[in-house]
């Protein structure tokens, strides 16, 4: 009997949510478990390395603020393996994720052909001979069958007979096609080279779906905090994705701050994600377009490709590209992503004014 492979995610990791996101589009069941609430157990470790015949290392979270904290990179090959594994056990996120563990072995981190060919090329297989089996008992067929017309309905209704003719409902209003739009353009604070995108975005939102635009436009994963710098007005406003309070943090809420309570007032402001790396934009208003011809934003142009999230800020992340280590090499090639500026404008043309 087949068991349900068990998957270890952390909800706030990108390549987690992308791991889920193939596994529902391949209609694979699994059972989630938080690797952050529920450490692994020493002994789970144990049996997952050996039956993944990876090195011990690959179960390490190298890219994680704590593996770098802790200086692990230096201190693991002088550490045994019973103490590496009662380390892992100790925090979650020193683990590498996601994890999926199921009855033909181990899988450790998401690369798509890997899962593919773990998890799809059984069923495929399974397919393919119940397919020919099907073939095998269905008779042959030299010619399609032969389509009959249908037969015409008859009309009773005598030709003196009259209808009431309906009367014409209303005309509804016209859709609304236009609205008021910033043309913006948003830098990246510190890299080199550069990294921007120039975009519209309606003026019906308030600044906590600007900080989603900009996430997506930037091309961010959205899973930290962010917030406004507002140089003329002095204020900051907070925007928190997970909260449904719109009281929190008071009249600085990015909830209840709308665009047109400070722009094009503020003409340039600063838009910081995720406190910790601290990813500084500056956001410059370029021009304001009256009868902008969309409902959503979109992105015009743009330059570079916007670094990984929890990559440490700018100037850990360029410490990054120019390091020879293969951990690092391996981490910036499994999570850092070309713009494609076709899907990002699919994206926001999801976001609709308020």
């Not at 050996?50 to 693991?76: I, Q, R, V, W």
């Not at 979109?298 to 440490?312: I, K, M, R, T």
Request: charged residues 30%; glycine residues 4%; aromatic residues 8%.
């Amino acid at each position: 009997m087949m068991t349900t492979p068990l998957f270890l995610c952390y909800p706030k990791c990108a390549t987690c949510k992308k791991a889920q996101k193939w596994l529902d589009a391949n209609h694979i069941s699994v059972a989630v478990r938080d690797i952050a609430q529920e450490n692994p157990a020493e002994d789970e470790l144990r049996d997952w390395h050996k039956a993944s015949g990876l090195p011990l290392k690959k179960f390490f979270n190298t890219s994680g603020k704590k593996y770098k904290e802790m200086h692990l990179k230096d201190t693991l090959p002088s550490m045994s393996e019973d103490e590496q594994y009662r380390l892992l056990a100790t925090d979650g996120l020193l683990v590498k994720r996601p994890i999926l563990v199921d009855e033909n072995g181990i899988l450790v981190g998401f690369k798509e052909a890997d899962w593919e060919a773990r998890l799809l090329s059984g069923q495929n297989e399974a397919e393919g001979d119940a397919d020919a089996k099907q073939d095998e008992n269905e008779p042959a067929q030299d010619d399609p069958p032969t389509q009959t017309a249908a037969e015409p309905v008859q009309d009773d209704t005598p030709e003196t007979q009259t209808e009431e003719q309906p009367v014409p409902p209303e005309k509804p209003e016209p859709p609304k096609v236009s609205v008021r739009a910033f043309q913006m353009k948003v830098t990246l604070r510190g890299m080199k080279p550069p990294v921007w995108r120039r975009f519209f975005v309606p003026e019906d939102m308030t600044f906590q779906t600007l900080a989603d635009v900009l996430i997506t436009v930037m091309g961010w994963n959205g899973s930290h905090l962010s917030a406004f710098e507002m140089p003329k007005s002095g204020m900051n406003i907070v925007v928190n994705p997970w909260s449904d309070d719109e009281e929190q943090f008071g009249e600085r809420n990015g909830k209840t701050v709308k665009l047109t309570d400070l722009l094009p007032a503020e003409k340039k402001f600063i838009f910081v994600y995720d406190m910790g790396d601290n990813w500084e934009h500056e956001v410059v208003i370029e021009d304001v377009r009256e009868n902008y011809p969309a409902l959503y934003p979109a992105v015009l142009a743009y330059e570079g490709n916007c670094p990984p999230d929890d990559s440490g800020g700018v100037w850990s992340y360029m410490d990054m590209l120019e390091d020879d280590d293969e951990d690092t090499k391996e981490w910036l090639e499994e999570f850092s992503t070309i713009y494609n500026m076709e899907e990002t404008n699919a994206e926001l043309k999801k976001m609709k004014p308020e």
